[in-house]
């Protein structure tokens, strides 16, 4: 519908015309004669799908009649107590002094109340679509309570039917009056005052307990009456009221709240359906696809169809497509052959058409290209998608240091997490004990990622720590060279500790610095020693950094891009790109002598000192540098030192510790690890 100036819809203001000319009651349209907000806004919308916590009232809203009142006409007095009850509805009537009044005109007994919940079973009293909208929402992982000015007694076995626990339930008690010879209730002496719901802005009070026990963001309250509307009335009640008129529609409530609805399935239906897009379709992305898929098939809040981004389009296994046999076959024969992907995964190399009309976006490229696919990007996604990174690096510009989900954030202006953990691909597709942490900005979006990766057997826990969990994933790969070229050497378990333990002294100490927000505990999660270990001990950095030691050690040197190409069919090895951004950081602001790990092993593989400079990192920083470009240096062997290796060991050659240094490098050059002989 076209809107009007006035921030009415064209329904609005036609209905606001009839009325003028008396051919539609005002009645219809609220105390004062405007139609109810049945369109939701924007802003309302997006309260309403990103909601934790909905709280719903029971008479008239769970069902289809008051509870009171149903009980008082099963008791023969149902005009008096519809009376009173009104009034309280309508805000004009104290609560407790009607609930007083209400029982004491009903005056029923407990079996009373037996016969009356046979007689009137749940099933029968809701309302339409309730049942799947509550379901809706669990499914979803949302809190459902129910909070009502009526009682227990009647609205437990409604609580019950619809699978809400009791302890969301907030209504009032009735007291009983014991006979002394039996032990049993008999009659009703009045209820328990100390409920939050005994007493006016009794939905406020409920709420506010409830704030105060459980950290929800987002709190809906959904209800008929001017009770219910008065919970968005306090700072610690409801973000959002929404009214209900699909029993009864009061002039006030339908008036005054900013959505107002007539079927319980319009809010099932507004609870967004969100699309997902994956950009990138390396192992690790293909490890990721076949979780995420396992999730969006089963769960209602995602489509089933995964659209996935594959860069080359000419990218072919065997002569065949790639993009053909991923939406043919189903699986990537290159990285994760015979891994079952999922029947609604759509590969394309159409960037903007996978990204375009995606709500969540999951980025997992090489590092390396991410400026250029950001920037492709810019002004294609919706203002309202979120995002989450599974890139390992970061980018280095003018500015200093910049980490992805901080780029993705700049260039795209949306909401960035990151997923980072001690995880191998093939692990993973194995179906094997794994974990993860989603660092993220707010709980709520760390739960909607959490329902997108975890499985039985792939953990995902939640720290709100987006750039201390993205820094430990990023600097682990430096760790896992220097594990790599200790291997190479041939050494065992003691050196290899010691460069894991100054590795994550230097990680923290490093993301510290840079971001001083970072939390310390983040480092013992799974996205920093857990993420470390794996990566040292199974990881391709650890097995391609000895790969590249071996073959230096054997006077036939390999270049990384070689490596690439026989160990890991072309796909790019991020630490050693990390360790340059690293270091330029590290030498742009004279810190490389307080990261002696980091600059070593930066040295070291970019041949400006040899391999076994490892076993004296804490020294190699005193060695000084000759210029250099941006050009990878072609690797030399143990017995063939470069020009730049060369000079480096002459100038170093001046200073006394110096000499012993280089002294110990040509004997490790010699003899090599005692455990190698």
């Known amino acids: 519908m076209s809107a009007h100036p006035t921030g009415r ?24 004669g405007v139609a109810p907000n049945t369109e939701a806004s924007e802003h309302v919308l997006q309260t309403w799908r990103t909601a934790d916590c909905v709280c719903f009232d029971v008479g008239c809203t769970i069902t289809r009649a008051d509870g009171l009142d149903l009980l008082a006409e099963f008791m023969g007095v149902k005009d008096e107590v519809f009376a009173l009850t009104q009034q309280a509805k309508d805000g004009t009537m104290n609560l407790s002094e009607t609930l007083e009044e209400v029982l004491r005109i009903i005056n029923c007994t407990p079996d009373d109340v037996r016969r009356f919940v046979q007689q009137h079973p749940p099933e029968k009293r809701l309302t339409k679509g309730i049942v799947n909208l509550i379901k809706t929402l669990q499914k979803r992982g949302v809190a459902v309570y129910m909070i009502s000015g009526g009682f227990r007694e009647d609205i437990m076995p409604i609580a019950k039917y619809l699978g809400v626990p009791r302890e969301n339930v907030f209504a009032n008690r009735m007291n009983w009056q014991w006979d002394d010879e039996t032990g049993q209730p008999t009659r009703l002496s009045g209820f328990d005052e100390s409920q939050p719901t005994a007493f006016n802005m009794g939905k406020i009070r409920a709420i506010s307990k409830i704030r105060e026990d459980h950290p929800y963001n987002t709190v809906v309250m959904i209800g008929d009456g001017a009770t219910d509307m008065e919970a968005v009335q306090s700072s610690q009640g409801a973000d959002l009221f929404i009214g209900y008129g699909g029993v009864v529609e009061r002039p006030a409530v339908a008036e005054a709240a900013e959505w107002f609805v007539y079927d319980h399935d319009e809010l099932t239906r507004a609870l967004k359906c969100s699309k997902v897009a994956m950009i990138g379709i390396g192992p690790f992305a293909c490890a990721a696809i076949h979780l995420v898929v396992q999730n969006i098939e089963a769960d209602d809040q995602f489509d089933p169809c995964l659209k996935v981004w594959v860069q080359d389009p000419l990218d072919e296994f065997e002569g065949r497509s790639l993009i053909d046999i991923v939406n043919t076959e189903h699986h990537h024969p290159k990285y994760l052959p015979g891994v079952h992907l999922g029947d609604k995964v759509i590969a394309s190399s159409d960037l903007e058409w996978v990204a375009s009309d995606a709500d969540v976006l999951i980025f997992c490229p090489p590092h390396q290209h991410m400026q250029s696919i950001t920037r492709r990007l810019m002004g294609k996604v919706k203002r309202e998608a979120v995002a989450i990174s599974l890139v390992k690096g970061m980018r280095v510009g003018r500015d200093g240091p910049q980490l ?33 942490v989603v660092g993220a900005n707010s709980r709520e979006t760390g739960q909607l990622f959490r329902k997108l990766f975890q499985t039985p057997y792939f953990n995902v826990d939640i720290v709100q720590d987006v750039a201390g969990a993205e820094m430990c994933g990023t600097l682990k790969n430096i760790v896992a060279l220097a594990v790599g070229i200790v291997d190479g050497l041939g050494c065992g378990c003691n050196a290899k500790a010691v460069i894991m333990r100054q590795g994550l002294t230097e990680m923290r100490k490093l993301s510290k610095t840079l971001y001083p927000n970072v939390r310390n505990e983040t480092f013992f999660e799974s996205c920093g020693l857990g993420d470390m270990i794996t990566t040292c001990l199974g990881g391709r950095h650890r097995a391609t950094a000895e790969a590249w030691t071996r073959a230096w050690k054997s006077g036939a040197p390999k270049t990384w891009s070689q490596l690439e190409v026989e160990l890991l069919s072309g796909q790019k090895l991020q630490g050693v790109g990390t360790s340059n951004e690293v270091q330029e950081v590290l030498r742009a602001r004279g810190w490389e002598a307080s990261y002696p790990l980091f600059t070593t092993v930066n040295r070291i593989i970019k041949n400006y000192i040899p391999p076994t400079s490892i076993f004296t990192f804490r020294d190699g920083v005193i060695l000084p540098l000759p210029d250099e470009d941006d050009e990878e240096l072609i690797p030399k062997g143990a017995h063939q030192d470069s020009t730049a290796e060369s000079a480096a060991l002459s100038q170093a050659a001046r200073s006394p510790r110096a000499e012993g240094v280089q002294a110990f490098i040509e004997q490790q050059e010699t003899a090599g690890c005692a455990s190698a002989a």
């Not at 819809?9 to 009651?25: I, K, R, Y």
């Open 9 to 32: 819809s064209a329904a609005d203001e036609a209905l606001l015309a009839l009325a003028s000319s008396g051919q539609v009651p005002q009645e219809y349209l609220g105390g004062s």
């Open 404 to 436: 992805v989900s901080q780029m993705i954030r700049k260039n795209l202006g949306i909401d960035c997490s990151v997923l980072m953990g001690g995880n191998v691909a093939s692990e993973i597709a194995k179906r094997e004990l794994s974990e993860a």
